[in-house]
T-cell receptor
Framework: DAGVIQSPRHEVTEMGQEVTLRCKPI?????LFWYRQTMMRGLELLIY????????DSGMPEDRFSAKMPNASFSTLKIQPSEPRDSAVYFC?????????????FGEGSRLTVL | RKEVEQDPGPFNVPEGATVAFNCTYS??????FFWYRQDCRKEPKLLMS???SGNEDGRFTAQLNRASQYISLLIRDSKLSDSATYLC???????????FGAGTRLFVKA
């Protein structure tokens, strides 16, 4: 079975450019999470969805960040405009979340470098 | 103060050693607890859930102390392949919000 699929795996862009990261969760999973990981701050939860509905976006750092989940099989995280401090690995994870006991399955991550 | 706190390490231990990691959480309404493992430049993966009564999976033992709000992981007979970062994970009450600690790095040497 396919796991969580993220694209692109690597992105190098210049400050001010728009960045779109994509995620396909595991089929049948009802929760989707976007995390950002840096050496300094570890894994930070940016936003999570349940049944395609955003539940909590309090971790989104600024208005430059936005996330959507138009259907159960696709989500995007957009940064516009990007800044060097956005450089990080962005992970998408999905789970079959029943009463909060679901294991999170992570994609391989999208490594973003903003110059 | 971070919601989930861990000693970042690194812990450097010889093969065969026993090593223990602790983690504290600040939200008393936290509901579920886990340990994840992350290898260098890879994604995190579930190592084990942590139950109130404590649980064991082979060489790994997890404990939860709700009164003191800490979680522990004990690794016995360390192997070279145990070298990784161990992440303490807490689910908020209500179940959806999953918070990761910054991780504890373990190096097992021959």
């Amino acid at each position: 079975d396919a796991g969580v699929i993220q694209s692109p795996r690597h992105e190098v862009t210049e400050m001010g450019q728009e960045v779109t990261l994509r995620c396909k969760p595991i089929s049948g999973h009802n929760s989707l999470f976007w995390y950002r990981q840096t050496m300094m701050r570890g894994l930070e939860l940016l936003i999570y969805f349940n049944n395609n509905v955003p539940i909590d976006d309090s971790g989104m750092p600024e208005d430059r960040f936005s996330a959507k989940m138009p259907n159960a099989s696709f989500s995007t995280l957009k940064i516009q405009p990007s800044e060097p401090r956005d450089s990080a690995v962005y992970f998408c994870a999905s789970s079959l979340n029943l009463a909060g006991t679901g294991e999170l399955f992570f994609g391989e991550g999208s490594r973003l470098t903003v110059l | 103060r971070k919601e989930v706190e861990q000693d970042p390490g690194p812990f450097n231990v010889p093969e065969g050693a026993t090593v223990a990691f602790n983690c504290t959480y600040s939200n008393s309404a936290s509901q579920s607890f886990f340990w994840y493992r992350q290898d260098c430049r890879k994604e995190p993966k579930l190592l084990m859930s942590v139950y109130s009564s404590g649980n064991e999976d082979g060489r790994f033992t997890a404990q939860l102390n709700r009164a003191s709000q800490y979680i522990s992981l004990l690794i016995r007979d360390s192997k070279l392949s145990d070298s990784a970062t161990y992440l303490c994970v807490v689910n908020r009450s209500g179940g959806f919000k999953t918070i990761f600690g910054a991780g504890t790095r373990l190096f097992v040497k021959a």
